[in-house]
């Protein structure tokens, strides 16, 4: 396994980091933070979720939903924004160069405790945050079109994307605000002092262009489990899975993520770790049951419509977009097989009054799937090739 996920760890490793945001001279009003991607060295520029910049917005998050919104300038967030950017050891240059300064500890808990150690990260000394500004916020209008056609905005679709689960508490507000930033990310630009060379971050990764990885292929997810909380432990946690599904830029994994994750990268193993997606929602709830899939945005459309709107911002920012990752490789060149029969091998819906399930068709008119989905009592069994909408709204079986 080493040898097949090493590149893609490296590079996952390498790209991850924990942005955070507080308010100026209020460190009573807490701070927000999720994962993000290193996109390129000499800028610095980081890309990340746009979730944590709600509270900042001079408009309100409603402003996120407006009609043909697809991005907003950096001074659409409030003047007392702060943002620091944490990366890990291994985004170091490949000299290893450490940064001059003590490392930050890993809680505001720790700072009471005399002597205090440098905080550390898989035995080396953790980096220390960096300040960032914030060039844009962007969302992807297709990613956003395919999750309005597919879970819909009623209620009784029983679907909820917040980052905490259904028996947590969290007002209207804060949820109507996680759902409206769903689909938006930020471009920050992370601020270097005299003393601190821009090519301490990695070099600039490459991007997989959209549509081009199959359904099933193996995917790395590389996020920050609780954002910057404790980041000694829970820096750029690694998890991998597979491409589950895909509808346009929005795109299904069973790699396991956690809240906090949000913005994180998720990289192929093919392409020496080519940059797939980011996290979108790291956590699904069908009817306040957990859905063991996270939510996806491709990376390729998101990328392109960073540089249209970094042209059409100022001519400071333009420059930039020319410094974005580049789209690297072809559709893949798969062999093509026989199919064989039409009815061997296909995945169906199987309804039994108020049940449902998946089951698999092996030959004409036969069909298998699990027992508790076909109970005997039940004198009718409807089979359909693909799922109508309606029956989201039911308890699924295996």
């Known amino acids: 396994m080493g040898r097949q996920w090493g590149p893609a760890m490296r590079v996952a490793e390498q790209a991850g980091c924990v942005v955070s945001a507080s308010r100026a001279g209020q460190p009573e009003a807490g701070s927000w933070s999720c994962s993000g991607v290193i996109l390129n060295q000499s800028p610095g520029l980081v890309l990340c979720h746009g979730g944590i910049f709600t509270p900042f917005l001079r408009a309100g998050s409603g402003v996120l939903t407006a009609a043909g919104a697809t991005f907003l300038p950096g001074d659409s967030c409030s003047d007392d924004l702060r943002l620091h950017v944490q990366w890990g050891p291994t985004a170091l240059s490949p000299t290893g160069r450490t940064e001059r300064g003590r490392p930050r500890l890993c809680t505001p808990g720790c700072a009471s405790l005399e002597p205090s150690p440098p905080a550390r990260h898989r035995g080396r000394p953790l980096q220390p945050p960096h300040p960032a500004e914030l060039l844009l916020l962007l969302s992807c209008p297709d990613f956003r079109a395919h999750f309005a056609r597919l879970f819909g905005s009623e209620a009784t679709e029983q679907w909820r994307f917040a980052s905490s689960s259904p028996e947590d508490e969290m007002s209207g507000d804060e949820e109507e605000d996680q759902l409206r930033a769903l689909g938006w990310f930020a471009l920050l630009r992370v601020k270097h002092g005299s003393e601190e060379k821009a090519d301490e971050l990695r070099p600039a990764m490459a991007v997989v262009p959209l549509g081009t990885v199959p359904k099933g292929s193996p995917l790395l997810a590389c996020g920050s489990p609780f954002g910057s909380f404790c980041p000694d432990i829970f820096l750029n946690t690694l998890s991998h899975g597979v491409l589950s599904n895909a509808a346009g830029p929005l795109l299904l994994t069973d790699a396991r993520c956690l809240p906090g994750?949000?913005?994180?990268?998720?990289?192929?193993?093919?392409?020496?770790?080519?940059?797939?997606?980011?996290?979108?929602?790291?956590?699904?709830?069908?009817?306040?049951?957990?859905?063991?899939?996270?939510?996806?945005?491709?990376?390729?459309?998101?990328?392109?419509?960073?540089?249209?709107?970094?042209?059409?911002?100022?001519?400071?920012?333009?420059?930039?977009?020319?410094?974005?990752?580049?789209?690297?490789?072809?559709?893949?060149?798969?062999?093509?097989?026989?199919?064989?029969?039409?009815?061997?091998?296909?995945?169906v819906l199987v309804e039994c009054g108020t049940v449902w399930g998946s089951g698999v068709v092996v030959a004409p008119r036969l069909m298998v799937t699990c027992r508790h989905v076909a109970p005997r009592e039940m004198a009718r069994v409807l089979v359909r090739p693909t799922m109508p909408k309606h029956c989201r709204q039911q308890h699924p079986g295996q």
Do not use: I
């Open 261 to 347: 994750s949000e913005g994180g990268g998720v990289f192929t193993v093919r392409h020496a770790g080519a940059l797939v997606a980011l996290v979108a929602a790291p956590l699904c709830w069908k009817a306040r049951e957990w859905v063991g899939l996270t939510l996806l945005c491709a990376a390729a459309p998101l990328l392109r419509a960073a540089r249209v709107a970094l042209r059409c911002l100022r001519p400071s920012t333009a420059s930039l977009a020319a410094l974005l990752p580049p789209e690297v490789g072809a559709p893949w060149g798969l062999p093509l097989q026989d199919p064989g029969p039409p009815w061997a091998a296909a995945a």
